[in-house]
């Protein structure tokens, strides 16, 4: 069955510090990756998707994510926090055949500190 | 363009009520998914229509039901409303992409 996990429930970093979050799939084909990010409140941005190609793929708002097939993870990555990535991020699965059904990850709930 | 658009935003119920929430996708797009996103379960697909026609389902009961327009827009739907009703949903829309846009949520809170 397709899953997503998010290992990490909450992440803390000072302002200023790199980021990693991480995401490992289960999916029995090549899948589509996203990130998408969460502010209270509001619905979902995509922050960057991977579906062929480039194993490394650069985002919005200085994020980026790279595709490890072998390790079946898609973290995400950022060199230099700001306070207002304070945010949740979600990590998705989709490309089921004839869909566009996606299957979320439990969500990473990031705090910056000043 | 404008985004994906939803109302109401918020809507407060009792239990036993039933509840619509309307979606309007980007314009062209013909795909629109429904999530519910919950503090205990996370986001969940609720189902997703193209063309007028569902083309997938979730693992929620049959309270739960949704339609296409023609013109795309989606309504969901939710009878005898229960407590653990209570959440975010989500409309999304897509072209042929496979990316999917979502909207801002409609707040459901059933008392």
């Known amino acids: 069955a397709q899953s997503v996990t998010q290992p990490d429930i909450h992440i803390t970093v000072s302002e200023g510090a790199s980021l990693e979050l991480r995401c490992n799939y289960s999916?029995?084909?090549?899948?589509?990756l996203f990130w998408y990010v969460q502010s209270p409140g509001q619905g979902l941005q995509l922050l960057l998707k991977?579906?062929?190609?480039?194993?490394l793929v650069q985002g919005i708002k200085g994020f980026e994510a790279e595709f490890k097939r072998s390790q079946s993870s898609f973290n995400l990555r950022k060199p230099s926090v700001h306070w207002s990535d304070a945010a949740e991020y979600f990590c998705a699965v989709g490309g089921i055949t004839g869909t566009y059904k996606y299957i979320f990850g439990t969500g990473t709930r990031l705090k910056v500190l000043a | 363009k404008a985004g994906v658009t939803q109302t109401p935003r918020y809507l407060i119920k009792t239990r036993g009520q039933q509840v619509t929430l309307s979606c309007s996708p980007i314009s062209g797009h013909r795909s629109v998914s429904w999530y519910q996103q919950t503090p205990g379960q996370g986001l969940q697909f609720l189902f997703e229509y193209f063309s007028e026609t569902q083309r997938n389902k979730g693992n929620f009961p049959g309270r739960f039901s949704g339609r296409q327009f023609s013109n795309s827009r989606s309504e969901m739907n939710v009878s005898t409303l229960e407590l653990g009703d209570s959440a975010l949903y989500l409309c999304?829309?897509?072209?042929?992409?496979?990316?999917?846009?979502f909207g801002p949520g409609t707040r459901l809170t059933v008392l």
């Open positions: 999304a829309s897509s072209d042929r992409g496979n990316e999917q846009f």
């Open positions: 991977y579906f062929s190609g480039d194993t």
């Open positions: 999916y029995g084909a090549t899948p589509y």
